[in-house]
């Protein structure tokens, strides 16, 4: 494989081998960023890791700190309620020059520098569009990220969909309530129209592929004409036609309130999330 990026000569490990370490992995490998015998990844589960190998031709590791060893880039990619024991696992193991990226919900850049004993760190909240290359990569960096890792991880995310980079970490927790779960809000009001359709007398087939081709339809015609969704929805609301009903009901059911709160409230979870990470490392290293 003929291999031309900033990522040419990288090795890369993937430390927890899940649906979005699986997305990066087919990303990287399947757009020629790096050699597939560059990249290994690592998991507790030794049949998903045959699985990852036979799939897309890369290397397993039998423990979290053979696979990082000699990786220049590390991903994290476990499982927040997991991710104390790991970073334990891996504590003084990472030379300086390596660089963590962390994909990892909830766990703050201080949680992972204090159990890694490491400072080159990238902390990424994606979404899980990034399965179809077509994610939202929210990213940050420590000041020891070197240009050349930043460029490196951009190259991986841009593989995921639209990558963007804040300069406060705060901002994770808030791109967490609103791209990172924003697909479960997209798929809740998919649910609703389509249950809608269906009582009108649609068959669910029917109902939802009308649906799906309409917020899809929808969507690329904002992002193509670039105006502000408001001036769209006037486009379709003629005075005192059916849209102006519907959106009428909806809006005196509160729905942009609904909607605040439960964004508000996914973001309150999120910096929960990140005290309850650090708490649990403490708890691990203290005892």
Not at 160 to 182: C, H, N, P, Q, R
Not at 204 to 221: D, F
Request: proline content about 4%; overall charge neutral.
């Amino acid at each position: 494989m003929a291999v031309s990026s900033i990522l040419a000569d990288t090795s890369i490990c993937f430390i927890g081998s899940g649906v979005m370490a699986e997305a990066m992995i087919a990303g990287i490998v399947g757009q020629q960023l790096v050699k597939r015998e560059a990249v290994t990844a690592s998991d507790p589960r030794r049949d998903r890791l045959q699985e990852l190998a036979a799939t897309h031709g890369i290397n397993t590791a039998p423990s979290n700190v053979a696979a990082a060893k000699g990786s220049e880039i590390v991903v994290l990619s476990v499982k927040p309620q997991v991710v104390a024991a790991v970073l334990d696992e891996l504590h003084g193991q990472l030379q300086p020059q390596q660089l963590v990226l962390s994909i990892v919900t909830g766990a703050s850049i201080s949680t992972m520098r204090q159990g890694l004993r490491h400072e080159a760190i990238v902390r990424v909240m994606p979404n899980t569009p990034a399965q179809i290359g077509q994610g939202t990569m929210v990213w940050t960096a420590t000041p020891t990220v070197t240009p050349q890792q930043r460029e490196q991880s951009q190259a991986i995310l841009g593989c995921l969909g639209k990558d963007i980079y804040v300069d406060d970490e705060d901002f994770l927790d808030m791109a967490t309530a609103v791209s990172g779960s924003g697909p479960a809000y997209v798929f809740l009001v998919m649910e609703a129209l389509i249950d809608a359709a269906v009582h009108l007398g649609f068959s669910r087939h029917v109902a939802q592929e009308m649906v799906i081709q309409t917020m899809l339809g929808s969507v690329l015609l904002a992002k193509q004409t670039g105006k502000h969704p408001a001036e769209l929805r006037n486009m379709v609301t003629s005075p005192g036609g059916t849209s102006a009903e519907a959106i009428y009901q909806l809006e005196k059911g509160a729905m942009r309130t609904v909607f605040s709160r439960a964004i508000y409230a996914a973001y309150e979870k999120a910096r929960l999330l990140g005290e309850i990470s650090k708490e649990a490392y403490h708890q691990r290293t203290t005892r």
